[in-house]
């Protein structure tokens, strides 16, 4: 599971400021699964973003 929580190129997952609301979201929330849930619906209702598909050569 660790290499799904990690930083990467797109996702800032070890910032001080981001660990820190990730925290406060989940503070009051049971399992871990409520918790992706809240972490989830936090970044889905509050940064947009547009998904791209490209499709490859051949495929369609």
Do not use: C, W
């Not at 799904?4 to 797109?10: D, I, M, P, R, V």
């Not at 791209?52 to 050569?57: D, G, L, N, T, V």
């Amino acid at each position: 599971m660790d290499e799904y929580l990690a930083s990467t190129e797109y996702i800032d997952a070890d910032n001080p400021m981001v660990r820190a609301k990730a925290g406060e979201l989940i503070a009051h929330v049971g399992g871990k699964r409520g918790q992706a849930i809240a972490l989830f619906g936090y970044v889905r209702d509050r940064f947009p973003y547009k998904i791209k598909i490209q499709p490859r050569a051949g495929r369609f």
